[in-house]
Nanobody, 121 residues
């Protein structure tokens, strides 16, 4: 069982920045790691992934504004969010997949509790 804890959410004005962190209880190099978000009334969407080779993907809606990265020394996953928009308001979750590669579309086996990000105009 992998325990994931997100932090770093909060309220920010449009155009601002936030950095989300996700600390894992195990070596995150063994997993695909991903960030997901869910807004009220919407389905959860995957927005960024990073595999064991540090290859990253981001969806078009956040490309160029969000960056996923990881620190293997501390088993921490990050999501740097810039140029935030009101439509980025959501609960953000980190997740780990037992698949080390092919992170997009993989089944994610472990989830954090989520952290709220609210962007105001």
């Amino acid at each position: 069982q992998v325990h994931l804890v997100e932090s770093g959410g909060g309220s920010v004005q449009a155009g601002g920045s936030l950095r989300l962190s996700c600390t894992a209880s195990e070596d995150i190099q063994k997993f695909c790691m991903g960030w997901f978000r869910q807004s009220p009334g919407k389905e959860r969407e995957g927005i960024a992934t990073i595999d064991s080779a540090h290859k990253t993907t981001t969806v078009d809606s956040v490309k160029g504004r969000f960056t996923i990265s990881k620190d293997l020394a501390t088993d921490t996953l990050y999501l740097e969010m810039g140029s935030l928009k009101t439509e980025d308001t959501a609960v953000y979750y980190c997740a780990a997949s037992l698949s080390r590669w092919h992170c997009v579309g993989a089944d994610y086996d472990y989830w954090g509790q989520g952290t709220q990000v609210t962007v105001s105009s």
